[in-house]
C-alpha cells in the first residue's frame, strides 16, 4: 500500500484587522508608528511565514477582520492573498458567520485561491497536489469537538489525513470526535489543548492588543510525514511584544543591584524576541529602604524617566509604566513604627474586604494618580489599589501630609 505524501501547512487565526491597538500613551513617534501599524505588521509577517515555509496551504480558523472592518483591512487581505496564489498556496478560511459586518465587499476582487466557509453551515474541501490526496479540510462549529465521528477513508483505503477547523473555540479537553489534527481559534496566545498530544492547538493572535497580554504571539507551521507523524513549529510575528517584569528587592537591595537587575532584563527582552518593538511595565517588589525611596520616585514620574534612560541607545525596547508594590514585610515594618500610618493601612485594607466600597472609593481617586480609564475593571480597581498604597507609603515620612 502507498504511503501518504507528506505536507507542510501553516495555521493562523484571530488577526482581528483594524481592532486597535491600545492601552500606552506618551510615545516615542516611531513607537508610536509602529503600534498604530502593529496587527497589518503581524498579518504580513504571517503571509511571510507562508511563503518562506513553502507551506502547500494555508489554514485560518476565523476572527480575520474585525466587526466593521475598514476599506484598507479589505484590500490589505486580497494583497496578500495574491502573493500566496502566484506561489500555488491555497487558504481555507473558516468563520463562524461570513454574512452581516464580515461579508466581503463588494468592490474588491475575491482571490481565486481563498476558500471561505460558515461554520454553520459546514464544509469539506480535499486538498491535493500533484494528483495525490494531501489531506481533508473540515469547516466546524465548536460543538462538532464533542460528537463521536468515524474518520473517513480515501478511495485506495488510506486513511486522510483530517484537520478539523473551529472559529472561536472554547474547547480545553481532549475532543470526541476523530481527527488528526484540531486548527482552533479563539485564544490570545499559542495553547495545545490538554490531553491531545499536540492535536489539538489554538495558534493564538499574530499581534496581542493590550500591554496585559504578555508573551510573544504569533502562527503555527505543522509539518506531517509520510507515517501522519506531526512536528510544530511556532513562529513569532508579533510587532509589538508586551512584556511585565518584576524586580524583587530585599532590605539589602542598593541603586547598584537595581541598575545591574534592569539592565540584564533590558539585554535578554532585546536578544529573545524579533518584535519591531517590545513594551515594558516593571513591578518592584519587595522592603526595605529603596523601596521606601522607589515609592516617591514612583509617584513623582523620576522612577519611570530612570528605568526609561537605562535602555541601550537606540533599543528597540520601551518602558511605557512602572509600579512599586510593598510586600508585606514592608507594609508590617511601617505598621509597627508609625501608629497613625498603622490607623490609614488597616483602613485601606478593610476597604479591599468590600468590594462595592473599594470601587466607589478607590475610583474617586483614580483622577488624583492620572490612571489610564482605557485599561479594563479588574485591571483599573487593582492599578488604583496600588497607587493608593504607594501614596501612604510615601507619606509615611511626613506625619503633618497624612494627618491632612
Avoid at 95 to 102: D, N
Avoid at 241 to 260: F, N, Q, V
Wanted: one cysteine or more; hydrophobic letters at 40%; proline letters at 5%.
Amino acid at each position: 500500500m502507498p504511503s501518504r505524501s507528506a505536507f507542510q501547512f501553516l495555521h493562523a487565526a484571530d488577526l482581528v484587522l483594524d481592532a486597535p491597538v491600545f492601552g500606552v500613551a506618551d510615545l516615542p513617534a516611531a513607537a508610536r508608528d509602529v503600534l498604530l501599524d502593529a496587527r497589518y505588521l503581524a498579518a504580513r509577517r504571517v503571509f511571510d511565514v507562508a511563503l518562506e515555509s513553502d507551506v502547500d496551504f494555508v489554514v485560518l480558523a476565523g476572527n480575520v477582520l474585525d466587526t466593521g472592518y475598514g476599506v484598507r483591512a479589505a484590500y490589505f487581505l486580497a494583497e496578500q492573498f495574491d502573493r500566496l496564489e502566484q506561489a500555488g498556496i491555497p487558504v481555507y478560511w473558516v468563520e463562524r458567520t461570513v454574512t452581516g459586518a464580515v461579508e466581503w465587499p463588494r468592490f474588491v476582487p475575491w482571490p481565486q485561491n481563498v476558500f471561505r466557509a460558515d461554520a454553520n453551515f459546514g464544509q469539506v474541501w480535499e486538498v491535493s497536489r500533484a494528483g495525490r490526496s494531501l489531506a481533508r479540510v473540515v469547516a466546524c462549529r465548536d460543538d462538532a469537538a464533542h460528537r463521536s465521528e468515524p474518520a473517513d477513508m480515501t478511495f485506495d483505503g488510506r486513511k486522510t489525513f483530517e484537520i478539523r477547523v473551529v472559529s472561536g473555540s472554547h474547547l480545553n479537553a481532549a475532543p470526541r470526535a476523530l481527527a488528526d489534527y484540531w486548527a482552533l481559534g479563539g485564544q490570545q496566545g499559542p495553547l495545545s489543548v490538554p490531553g491531545t498530544g499536540g492535536r489539538a492547538r489554538f495558534c493564538g493572535q499574530p499581534q496581542g492588543m493590550h500591554p496585559t497580554e504578555v508573551g510573544p504571539r504569533g502562527c503555527q507551521v505543522v509539518t506531517v510525514d509520510q507515517d501522519g507523524r506531526m512536528y510544530h513549529q511556532f513562529v513569532e510575528t508579533n510587532a509589538v511584544r508586551w512584556y511585565s517584569e518584576t524586580i524583587s528587592l530585599d532590605a539589602g537591595s542598593d541603586r547598584l543591584s537595581l541598575r545591574t537587575a534592569v539592565e540584564s532584563r533590558y539585554r535578554r527582552i532585546a536578544s529573545e524576541t524579533s518584535a519591531r518593538l517590545a513594551m515594558v511595565h516593571w513591578n518592584m517588589s519587595g522592603h526595605g529602604e529603596l523601596m521606601q525611596t522607589l515609592h516617591g520616585e514612583a509617584a513623582s514620574g523620576e522612577l519611570l524617566a530612570t528605568l526609561r534612560s537605562l535602555a541601550p541607545q537606540r533599543s528597540t525596547v520601551w518602558t511605557m509604566s512602572a509600579d512599586v508594590v510593598a510586600d508585606h514585610a514592608h507594609t508590617g515594618s511601617l505598621k509597627t513604627d508609625d501608629p497613625l500610618l498603622a490607623a490609614v493601612m488597616e483602613e485601606l485594607e478593610q476597604l479591599e474586604l468590600d468590594d462595592p466600597q473599594l470601587r466607589a472609593i478607590l475610583e474617586e481617586l483614580a483622577g488624583q494618580f492620572g490612571d489610564d480609564l482605557s485599561i479594563p475593571e479588574p485591571k483599573f480597581v487593582e492599578r488604583v489599589r496600588q497607587r493608593a498604597r504607594a501614596e501612604v507609603i510615601r507619606r509615611s515620612g511626613d506625619s503633618d501630609s497624612l494627618r491632612t
